[in-house]
Protein backbone atom coordinates (compact mmCIF):
# COMPACT_ATOMS: atom_id res chain seq x y z
CA UNK A 1 0.00 0.00 0.00
CA UNK A 2 1.15 3.93 -1.22
CA UNK A 3 0.09 6.60 0.61
CA UNK A 4 0.96 9.59 -1.21
CA UNK A 5 1.32 13.19 0.45
CA UNK A 6 2.09 15.29 -3.44
CA UNK A 7 2.30 13.90 -6.75
CA UNK A 8 4.58 15.68 -8.55
CA UNK A 9 5.73 14.53 -11.33
CA UNK A 10 7.31 16.18 -14.04
CA UNK A 11 9.45 14.87 -17.02
CA UNK A 12 11.83 18.20 -17.38
CA UNK A 13 12.88 18.37 -13.80
CA UNK A 14 14.63 16.31 -11.57
CA UNK A 15 13.50 15.42 -8.39
CA UNK A 16 14.56 13.86 -4.71
CA UNK A 17 11.67 11.73 -2.87
CA UNK A 18 11.60 11.24 1.23
CA UNK A 19 9.74 8.47 2.04
CA UNK A 20 9.36 6.46 5.10
CA UNK A 21 7.70 3.08 6.51
CA UNK A 22 4.71 4.18 8.35
CA UNK A 23 5.29 2.63 12.61
CA UNK A 24 8.73 1.14 11.73
CA UNK A 25 12.63 3.24 12.03
CA UNK A 26 13.09 3.11 8.72
CA UNK A 27 13.20 5.65 6.31
CA UNK A 28 14.57 6.40 2.97
CA UNK A 29 15.25 8.81 -0.17
CA UNK A 30 15.30 8.48 -3.78
CA UNK A 31 16.51 10.31 -6.65
CA UNK A 32 16.81 10.67 -9.97
CA UNK A 33 19.61 12.78 -11.36
CA UNK A 34 19.58 12.87 -15.22
CA UNK A 35 19.43 16.12 -16.21
CA UNK A 36 21.47 17.83 -13.54
CA UNK A 37 24.38 15.27 -14.35
CA UNK A 38 24.03 16.48 -18.20
CA UNK A 39 24.09 19.97 -17.05
CA UNK A 40 26.95 19.32 -14.39
CA UNK A 41 29.19 17.46 -16.70
CA UNK A 42 28.56 18.87 -20.29
CA UNK A 43 31.64 21.09 -19.94
CA UNK A 44 34.01 18.48 -19.64
CA UNK A 45 35.34 15.98 -21.37
CA UNK A 46 35.40 13.05 -18.65
CA UNK A 47 36.15 9.69 -19.85
CA UNK A 48 33.50 7.27 -19.95
CA UNK A 49 34.22 5.21 -16.95
CA UNK A 50 34.92 8.95 -15.04
CA UNK A 51 31.54 10.47 -15.79
CA UNK A 52 29.80 7.11 -14.58
CA UNK A 53 31.52 7.50 -11.35
CA UNK A 54 30.92 11.32 -10.73
CA UNK A 55 27.44 10.31 -11.87
CA UNK A 56 26.75 7.90 -8.56
CA UNK A 57 28.92 10.05 -6.37
CA UNK A 58 26.17 12.70 -7.61
CA UNK A 59 23.30 10.81 -7.11
CA UNK A 60 24.84 9.32 -3.72
CA UNK A 61 25.74 12.98 -2.56
CA UNK A 62 22.35 13.94 -3.08
CA UNK A 63 20.61 10.76 -1.42
CA UNK A 64 22.80 11.80 1.86
CA UNK A 65 22.85 15.54 2.00
CA UNK A 66 18.81 14.63 1.78
CA UNK A 67 18.95 12.55 5.05
CA UNK A 68 21.22 15.86 6.82
CA UNK A 69 19.03 18.65 8.87
CA UNK A 70 22.27 20.51 8.48
CA UNK A 71 22.09 23.93 5.57
CA UNK A 72 24.79 23.59 4.27
CA UNK A 73 27.23 21.57 1.67
CA UNK A 74 28.17 18.00 1.87
CA UNK A 75 31.53 17.55 -0.11
CA UNK A 76 32.62 14.26 -1.25
CA UNK A 77 35.85 13.37 -2.22
CA UNK A 78 37.66 10.36 -3.73
CA UNK A 79 41.09 11.09 -3.58
CA UNK A 80 43.90 8.86 -5.33
CA UNK A 81 47.60 8.53 -5.72
CA UNK A 82 47.99 7.27 -9.54
CA UNK A 83 46.78 8.32 -12.45
CA UNK A 84 42.81 9.43 -11.67
CA UNK A 85 44.06 12.31 -8.42
CA UNK A 86 40.84 13.43 -7.44
CA UNK A 87 37.20 13.35 -8.12
CA UNK A 88 34.63 15.99 -5.81
CA UNK A 89 31.18 16.39 -5.80
CA UNK A 90 28.94 18.78 -3.75
CA UNK A 91 25.67 18.84 -2.75
CA UNK A 92 23.86 21.60 -0.85
CA UNK A 93 20.89 21.15 1.55
CA UNK A 94 18.93 23.23 -1.38
CA UNK A 95 20.26 19.96 -3.44
CA UNK A 96 22.40 22.11 -5.67
CA UNK A 97 24.65 19.82 -7.27
CA UNK A 98 28.04 20.23 -8.64
CA UNK A 99 30.89 17.99 -9.79
CA UNK A 100 34.30 18.07 -11.02
CA UNK A 101 37.71 15.35 -11.45
CA UNK A 102 41.20 15.67 -11.92
CA UNK A 103 43.43 13.01 -13.62
CA UNK A 104 46.71 13.27 -15.39
CA UNK A 105 47.89 10.75 -18.30
CA UNK A 106 45.96 7.78 -19.48
CA UNK A 107 43.03 6.60 -16.75
CA UNK A 108 41.29 4.33 -19.82
CA UNK A 109 42.95 1.01 -18.06
CA UNK A 110 41.75 -0.67 -15.04
CA UNK A 111 38.80 -0.18 -13.24
CA UNK A 112 37.62 3.12 -11.24
CA UNK A 113 38.62 1.75 -8.13
CA UNK A 114 41.59 -0.44 -9.45
CA UNK A 115 42.71 3.65 -10.45
CA UNK A 116 41.82 4.92 -6.65
CA UNK A 117 43.84 1.57 -4.78
CA UNK A 118 45.40 3.31 -1.94
CA UNK A 119 43.24 6.46 -2.11
CA UNK A 120 40.92 7.84 0.47
CA UNK A 121 37.53 8.85 0.64
CA UNK A 122 36.29 12.47 2.40
CA UNK A 123 33.38 13.36 3.77
CA UNK A 124 32.79 17.47 4.49
CA UNK A 125 29.97 18.83 6.13
CA UNK A 126 30.38 23.00 5.16
CA UNK A 127 27.22 24.17 7.78
CA UNK A 128 26.48 27.87 6.45
CA UNK A 129 25.35 28.97 9.07
CA UNK A 130 28.35 29.65 10.51
CA UNK A 131 28.36 26.13 12.31
CA UNK A 132 31.97 23.86 12.53
CA UNK A 133 32.56 22.02 9.81
CA UNK A 134 32.96 18.47 9.87
CA UNK A 135 35.66 16.16 7.65
CA UNK A 136 35.57 12.52 8.11
CA UNK A 137 39.00 10.69 6.03
CA UNK A 138 38.92 6.76 5.30
CA UNK A 139 40.97 4.49 3.26
CA UNK A 140 38.75 3.51 -0.03
CA UNK A 141 37.02 0.33 1.07
CA UNK A 142 34.27 -1.62 -0.97
CA UNK A 143 33.64 -2.55 -4.36
CA UNK A 144 31.32 -0.13 -5.56
CA UNK A 145 31.03 3.43 -4.67
CA UNK A 146 27.95 2.74 -2.77
CA UNK A 147 29.66 0.15 -0.91
CA UNK A 148 32.14 2.66 0.39
CA UNK A 149 29.68 4.92 1.39
CA UNK A 150 27.89 2.16 3.43
CA UNK A 151 31.02 1.11 4.76
CA UNK A 152 32.00 4.95 5.77
CA UNK A 153 28.68 5.62 7.24
CA UNK A 154 28.60 2.02 9.02
CA UNK A 155 31.80 2.80 10.72
CA UNK A 156 31.93 6.37 10.96
CA UNK A 157 28.58 7.64 11.49
CA UNK A 158 27.14 4.49 13.05
CA UNK A 159 24.28 4.84 11.30
CA UNK A 160 22.67 1.20 9.78
CA UNK A 161 22.70 2.76 5.87
CA UNK A 162 21.66 1.15 2.67
CA UNK A 163 22.71 2.70 -1.09
CA UNK A 164 21.57 2.07 -4.61
CA UNK A 165 23.29 3.42 -7.41
CA UNK A 166 22.56 2.94 -11.18
CA UNK A 167 24.01 5.55 -13.93
CA UNK A 168 24.71 4.67 -17.95
CA UNK A 169 24.82 7.33 -20.75
CA UNK A 170 21.57 9.13 -19.91
CA UNK A 171 20.39 8.08 -16.82
CA UNK A 172 21.56 8.02 -13.30
CA UNK A 173 19.60 7.42 -10.37
CA UNK A 174 19.16 5.97 -6.58
CA UNK A 175 17.91 5.02 -3.74
CA UNK A 176 19.11 5.31 0.07
CA UNK A 177 17.21 3.31 3.24
CA UNK A 178 18.54 4.29 6.69
CA UNK A 179 17.34 2.77 10.37
CA UNK A 180 17.30 6.18 12.80
CA UNK A 181 18.79 5.01 15.48
CA UNK A 182 17.00 6.84 18.44
CA UNK A 183 13.53 5.75 17.24
CA UNK A 184 12.00 2.59 19.45
CA UNK A 185 11.76 -0.06 17.19
CA UNK A 186 8.21 -1.63 16.88
CA UNK A 187 8.39 -3.61 14.35
CA UNK A 188 12.25 -5.20 14.67
CA UNK A 189 12.12 -7.13 11.73
CA UNK A 190 11.51 -3.77 9.14
CA UNK A 191 14.91 -3.22 8.65
CA UNK A 192 15.90 -6.49 7.38
CA UNK A 193 12.47 -6.96 5.19
CA UNK A 194 13.15 -3.96 3.88
CA UNK A 195 16.47 -4.75 3.09
CA UNK A 196 16.01 -8.25 1.34
CA UNK A 197 12.90 -6.32 -0.95
CA UNK A 198 15.01 -3.32 -2.02
CA UNK A 199 18.08 -5.59 -2.87
CA UNK A 200 15.86 -7.19 -5.33
CA UNK A 201 16.02 -4.23 -7.46
CA UNK A 202 17.19 -4.03 -11.24
CA UNK A 203 19.83 -1.27 -12.37
CA UNK A 204 17.12 -0.60 -14.77
CA UNK A 205 14.82 -0.31 -12.51
CA UNK A 206 16.96 1.87 -10.95
CA UNK A 207 17.23 3.92 -13.22
CA UNK A 208 14.13 3.96 -15.42
CA UNK A 209 11.37 4.35 -12.88
CA UNK A 210 9.78 7.31 -11.01
CA UNK A 211 10.17 6.92 -7.27
CA UNK A 212 6.07 6.31 -6.89
CA UNK A 213 6.22 3.59 -9.64
CA UNK A 214 9.65 1.96 -8.02
CA UNK A 215 8.62 2.19 -4.64
CA UNK A 216 5.43 -0.34 -5.62
CA UNK A 217 7.44 -2.27 -7.21
CA UNK A 218 9.69 -2.64 -4.70
CA UNK A 219 7.43 -2.22 -1.55
CA UNK A 220 4.08 -2.78 -2.32
CA UNK A 221 3.54 -5.20 0.49
CA UNK A 222 4.87 -2.80 3.00
CA UNK A 223 3.23 0.48 4.36
CA UNK A 224 5.16 3.25 2.44
CA UNK A 225 4.37 7.12 3.19
CA UNK A 226 5.61 9.11 0.28
CA UNK A 227 6.44 12.90 0.56
CA UNK A 228 6.48 15.97 -1.22
CA UNK A 229 8.99 15.83 -3.62
CA UNK A 230 12.14 18.36 -3.67
CA UNK A 231 14.34 19.91 -7.12
CA UNK A 232 17.43 18.70 -7.56
CA UNK A 233 19.62 20.27 -9.82
CA UNK A 234 23.30 21.31 -10.80
CA UNK A 235 24.50 24.70 -9.55
CA UNK A 236 27.63 26.34 -9.58
CA UNK A 237 28.60 28.39 -6.50
CA UNK A 238 31.90 30.39 -8.00
CA UNK A 239 31.68 34.21 -7.84
CA UNK A 240 34.71 36.30 -9.13
CA UNK A 241 35.73 37.18 -5.80
CA UNK A 242 36.50 33.49 -4.77
CA UNK A 243 38.16 32.90 -7.85
CA UNK A 244 40.09 36.66 -7.51
CA UNK A 245 40.75 34.93 -3.87
CA UNK A 246 42.19 31.65 -4.75
CA UNK A 247 44.27 33.31 -7.21
CA UNK A 248 46.05 36.07 -4.69
CA UNK A 249 46.94 33.14 -2.92
CA UNK A 250 49.63 32.53 -5.74
CA UNK A 251 50.92 35.47 -4.53
CA UNK A 252 52.16 38.66 -5.69
CA UNK A 253 55.10 37.32 -7.92
CA UNK A 254 53.44 34.89 -9.69
CA UNK A 255 50.45 37.17 -10.45
CA UNK A 256 53.18 39.48 -12.06
CA UNK A 257 55.23 36.92 -13.74
CA UNK A 258 52.24 35.81 -15.37
CA UNK A 259 51.31 39.66 -16.43
CA UNK A 260 54.78 40.22 -17.66
CA UNK A 261 53.23 37.25 -20.65
CA UNK A 262 50.08 38.43 -21.10
CA UNK A 263 47.46 41.04 -20.98
CA UNK A 264 45.24 38.94 -18.70
CA UNK A 265 45.01 35.72 -16.47
CA UNK A 266 41.84 33.67 -17.44
CA UNK A 267 40.81 31.68 -14.45
CA UNK A 268 38.27 28.87 -15.17
CA UNK A 269 35.99 27.40 -12.31
CA UNK A 270 36.83 23.56 -11.83
CA UNK A 271 33.07 22.92 -11.98
CA UNK A 272 31.31 24.94 -14.45
CA UNK A 273 34.44 26.37 -16.25
CA UNK A 274 33.32 29.32 -16.42
CA UNK A 275 36.17 32.10 -17.12
CA UNK A 276 36.91 35.37 -15.17
CA UNK A 277 39.24 37.33 -16.73
CA UNK A 278 41.86 40.02 -14.37
CA UNK A 279 43.70 42.55 -15.89
CA UNK A 280 46.54 44.47 -14.42
CA UNK A 281 44.28 46.77 -13.02
CA UNK A 282 42.50 43.86 -11.20
CA UNK A 283 45.80 41.90 -9.58
CA UNK A 284 46.27 45.52 -8.40
CA UNK A 285 43.58 45.55 -6.77
CA UNK A 286 43.35 42.00 -5.28
CA UNK A 287 46.96 42.21 -4.11
CA UNK A 288 46.18 45.56 -2.45
CA UNK A 289 43.40 43.84 -0.80
CA UNK A 290 43.41 42.94 2.99
CA UNK A 291 45.23 39.28 2.66
CA UNK A 292 43.34 38.68 6.51
CA UNK A 293 39.85 37.49 4.25
CA UNK A 294 39.48 33.79 4.95
CA UNK A 295 41.08 31.11 3.10
CA UNK A 296 38.73 30.24 0.01
CA UNK A 297 37.31 26.95 0.32
CA UNK A 298 38.26 23.61 -1.38
CA UNK A 299 34.59 24.43 -3.69
CA UNK A 300 35.62 27.89 -4.67
ZN1 LIG B 1 31.66 27.48 -11.30
Not at 141 to 146: M, R, Y
Request: charge should be negative.
Amino acid sequence: MLKCAAMNKQNNIDQLQRFIFDKTAVRGNHVNLSLTIARALQHHHYPAMLKNALSELMVASTLLAATLKMQGSLILQMQGKGALKLLVVECTSALEIRATAKWSGNISQGSFLDLLSQGHFVITLDPKDGGQTYQGIVPIEGNSIAEILQNYMQRSEQIETRIWLASDDNQAAGMLLQKLPEQLEVDTDAWNRVCHLADTVTDEELRGLDATSLLHRLFHEENVRIFDAHLAQFKCRCTRQNVGNMLRMLGADEITSILAERENIEVHCDFCNQAYMFDAVDAAQLLASDTTMSMPKMAH
